[in-house]
């Protein structure tokens, strides 16, 4: 409990809100990094994951190959990368937008692929063109899904973005790393509450975005479902 006010002692220390090195500088350094990282995945995973779930294929390489991204050691990857490519903001940007690609492909792929068989063939069925479908179907019902991937994905590049700081990059994982050779460990548990603290706070704006999106006639007919005993998981429209 001690550690923890002293923590929260040096978080309000008003030394630590100034200057390069201040809180807020390093919150939007974070910030910055995971943004970037996330927009990068998303630009490349999302257009093939949607693609992919529109067809209905690629489902058994897109899990493995999925899982397999997942299970590589970000912090051996961002070492083996500085080795090659040398110290900077490079390999481990590399290394988390490889981290972040599977949560947002298997997010877009799974969002576009669970929407109900019959609400795509009765669209079709009106003449509707194979973008049209995409666009004005399987993406607005799709769309929920679609962001809980980028969400993951945002907090995983969040959380592994502090040990980066290995490297002489910014952020909030630079308390963690400036702390340890000096023993300071309010400032290294600071900053490790500050890395909670923003990805609760990014994970909760997540939220409230992939609720605004769910379609109002998905919303009625799952609510409709839960009443009769169970929640249809797939997504179709009135």
């Keep these: 409990m001690s550690e923890i ?7 309000a220390n008003p030394v630590n809100w100034v200057g390069v090195a201040g809180i807020p500088n390093r919150v939007g350094e974070h910030l910055s990094y995971s943004s970037v990282t996330v927009l990068i995945a998303a630009v490349i995973a999302m257009p093939l994951g949607v693609v992919l779930g529109h067809t209905r294929r690629g489902k058994f390489w897109v899990v493995p190959v999925a899982g397999a991204l997942r299970a590589l050691p970000t912090l051996g990857l961002v070492t083996l990368l500085a080795l090659l490519l040398g110290i900077g903001i490079v390999p ?3 290394a988390l937008i490889v981290l972040a690609i599977p949560p947002v492909l298997a997010g877009a792929y ?13 669209a079709r069925s009106l003449g509707m063109t194979e973008w049209q479908v995409l666009t004005r179907v399987e993406l607005p019902l799709g769309l929920p899904l679609v962001i809980g991937g980028v969400r993951s994905a945002a907090l995983q590049v969040i959380a592994t973005w502090t040990i980066a700081a290995i490297l002489p990059v910014g952020g909030l994982g630079r308390y963690i790393f400036d702390g340890l050779p000096v023993q300071n460990y309010a400032e290294m548990l600071a ?3 500050l890395v909670i603290v923003l990805a609760l706070v990014a994970d909760g704006v997540f939220a409230l975005v992939q609720k605004g999106v ?6 009625a007919r799952q609510s409709a479902s839960s009443s009769d005993g169970g929640t249809r998981r797939r997504l179709h429209a009135d």
């Design 5 to 11: 006010l002293l923590a929260l002692g040096w978080i």
């Design 214 to 219: 769910i379609p109002r006639g998905v919303v």
């Design 110 to 122: 799974s969002g576009i692929e669970s929407v109900d068989r019959h609400t795509v063939d009765a």
């Design 92 to 94: 481990p940007l590399i």
């Design 191 to 193: 900053g490790s509450m």
